[in-house]
């Protein structure tokens, strides 16, 4: 009997259709990936069945666990014009190097006068700050989170020049509040927007699914 | 592998035969580094993606009265949901009495979900109804919408007032909230805790 041959097959593999696969997948996240935005306050929403996306232009006030309350609100021009608003009535001044930053800063939560300190540090002490930092007074003595939030819908009047705007390109105010957060911490920021004449809120959620009643 | 060669290789063959042949190359390029490397972005979009933005959900707050001028609520079928610490519900029906007794519940399917959709009966059977016919008569669903929304708003349809005291979480609002979604009630709205019924959470007694 003659000895049986495996036949020799050839290691080389065609990786074309792979290839064309890899790429169609890489260019599909590249197209559609937004950059998960580094938040300073760790934030665990509760879960609601409503399947609402928040709006993209959106001042955001993030309340964590224990009441501590951060602002955000994104655009370059925006965010300068709101800080030289603020530096006027609270007295801080900020060069232009410390205006730059801020731009392009994310969220954040202190006092004006800490904000100050705040923008020249590098990321690492950044997170430091954030850790022992107290949020955005919001009482009523010294009400920051109001002016941060009557500032930036005044930058927001005036980017738009008085000309009408689309109704869903509108500004709109977003509440994140952590689902361990004492209701008392978020009632106080509904408060503050409503002595701005807010009273429509998006409160973000996660999706939980949604049960069939009967 | 993807070799080119060295024209000095061949350089004499083709001055042998005179003739200068074009070189038959092999076609097949390893893909290995790039295919490491697509998959190498690949991995990295994906892991950085956000799918999605975080959801919403929407609530309109009544404009604040000026001072002195409080708009009293008429109260007829209205249930008060009394929110307090460690997940707890207390409610009553209707307005608040000194003989008012409060009866505690939780957030569980045959909870408060239970409480909600019993007393808002009437509105829930007509909505599914209304659903049915509107698949059946391939209704508009914006006109589908609308209905809807004049259910809701109908006498008879469920009043809920939402109130918090100070060791209620977050989470409980917007679990109350969503709630009061599921089991259709458009009529809700979050107010301010009464001193009277602040006593009453803490003089409450299980077994009343």
Same mark, same amino acid.
């Given at each position: 009997?003659?000895?049986?041959?495996?036949?020799?097959?050839?290691?080389?593999?065609?990786?074309?259709?792979?290839?064309?696969?890899?790429?169609?997948?890489?260019?599909?996240?590249?197209?559609?990936?937004?950059? /998960?935005?580094?938040?300073?306050?760790?934030?665990?929403?509760?879960?609601?069945?409503?399947?609402?996306?928040?709006?993209?232009?959106?001042?955001?006030?993030?309340?964590?666990?224990?009441? /501590?309350?951060?602002?955000?609100?994104?655009?370059?021009?925006? /965010? @300068?014009?709101?800080?030289?608003?603020?530096?006027?009535?609270?007295?801080?001044?900020?060069?232009?190097?410390?205006?730059?930053?801020?731009?392009?800063?994310?969220?954040?939560?202190?006092?004006?006068?800490?904000? @100050?300190?705040?923008?020249?540090?590098?990321?690492?002490?950044?997170?430091?700050?954030?850790?022992?930092?107290?949020?955005?007074?919001?009482?009523?003595?010294?009400?920051?989170?109001?002016?941060?939030?009557?500032?930036?819908?005044?930058?927001?009047?005036?980017?738009?020049?008085?000309?009408?705007?689309?109704?869903?390109?509108?500004?709109?105010?977003?509440?994140?509040?952590?689902?361990?957060?004492?209701?008392?911490?978020?009632?106080?920021?509904?408060?503050?927007?409503?002595?701005?004449?807010?009273?429509?809120?998006?409160?973000?959620?996660?999706?939980?699914?949604?049960?069939?009643?009967? | 592998?993807?070799?080119?060669?060295?024209?000095?290789?061949?350089?004499?063959?083709?001055?042998?035969?005179?003739?200068?042949?074009?070189?038959?190359?092999?076609?097949?390029?390893?893909?290995?580094?790039?295919?490491?490397?697509?998959?190498?972005?690949?991995?990295?979009?994906?892991? #950085?993606?956000?799918?999605?933005?975080?959801? #919403?959900?929407?609530?309109?707050?009544?404009?604040?009265?000026?001072?002195?001028?409080?708009?009293?609520?008429?109260?007829?079928?209205?249930?008060?949901? =009394? =929110?307090?610490?460690?997940?707890?519900?207390?409610?009553?029906?209707?307005?608040?009495?000194?003989?008012?007794? =409060?009866?505690?519940?939780?957030?569980?399917?045959?909870?408060?979900?239970?409480?909600?959709?019993?007393?808002?009966?009437?509105?829930?059977?007509?909505?599914?109804?209304?659903?049915?016919?509107?698949?059946?008569?391939?209704?508009?669903?914006?006109?589908?919408?609308?209905?809807?929304?004049?259910?809701?708003?109908?006498?008879?349809?469920?009043?809920?007032?939402?109130?918090?005291?100070?060791?209620?979480?977050?989470?409980?609002?917007?679990?109350?909230?969503?709630?009061?979604?599921?089991?259709?009630?458009?009529?809700?709205?979050?107010?301010? =805790?009464?001193?009277?019924?602040?006593?009453?959470?803490?003089?409450?007694?299980?077994?009343?």
């Amino acid at each position: 009997m003659p000895k049986v041959k495996m036949p020799k097959n050839s290691p080389v593999l065609d990786m074309t259709p792979m290839v064309d696969l890899a790429f169609l997948l890489v260019t599909f996240f590249m197209l559609t990936t937004q950059f /998960r935005p580094d938040e300073p306050v760790v934030v665990d929403s509760p879960s609601s069945i409503s399947e609402k996306i928040l709006p993209d232009k959106v001042m955001l006030v993030t309340i964590d666990s224990s009441g /501590r309350v951060f602002f955000n609100l994104e655009g370059k021009d925006l /965010r @300068k014009e709101m800080l030289s608003q603020m530096s006027a009535k609270y007295g801080v001044k900020f060069d232009e190097n410390e205006t730059n930053r801020f731009a392009v800063m994310a969220t954040f939560g202190m006092t004006v006068q800490q904000l @100050k300190q705040y923008l020249p540090l590098d990321e690492m002490e950044r997170k430091d700050f954030m850790k022992k930092s107290m949020g955005i007074p919001y009482d009523s003595l010294n009400n920051q989170l109001g002016d941060w939030i009557r500032f930036g819908r005044l930058a927001d009047a005036q980017s738009s020049n008085g000309a009408p705007i689309e109704k869903d390109k509108a500004l709109r105010f977003a509440i994140k509040g952590d689902a361990n957060a004492n209701y008392t911490a978020i009632k106080r920021v509904i408060e503050v927007f409503q002595e701005m004449k807010v009273n429509r809120f998006n409160l973000v959620t996660t999706l939980e699914q949604n049960p069939t009643i009967n | 592998m993807a070799q080119i060669q060295s024209n000095d290789s061949d350089s004499g063959k083709g001055g042998k035969h005179g003739k200068v042949r074009a070189k038959k190359q092999s076609t097949h390029i390893d893909m290995t580094p790039m295919v490491d490397l697509a998959f190498l972005l690949l991995t990295f979009f994906m892991l #950085t993606t956000t799918f999605g933005k975080p959801k #919403t959900m929407e609530i309109n707050m009544p404009v604040k009265p000026p001072p002195g001028q409080e708009i009293l609520n008429e109260v007829n079928n209205a249930i008060t949901i =009394l =929110l307090s610490g460690d997940n707890k519900i207390y409610w009553y029906y209707g307005e608040l009495k000194p003989e008012t007794k =409060l009866t505690i519940t939780d957030f569980s399917a045959t909870g408060v979900r239970k409480l909600f959709l019993d007393y808002n009966k009437q509105a829930v059977d007509e909505i599914k109804t209304l659903k049915e016919n509107a698949l059946k008569t391939k209704m508009n669903e914006d006109t589908l919408k609308s209905r809807i929304v004049d259910i809701k708003g109908k006498k008879y349809a469920l009043m809920v007032l939402v109130k918090t005291d100070d060791k209620a979480k977050y989470k409980n609002v917007i679990d109350i909230i969503d709630e009061l979604n599921i089991c259709l009630i458009g009529k809700y709205a979050l107010v301010d =805790l009464d001193t009277r019924e602040y006593d009453l959470i803490n003089n409450f007694q299980p077994g009343q």
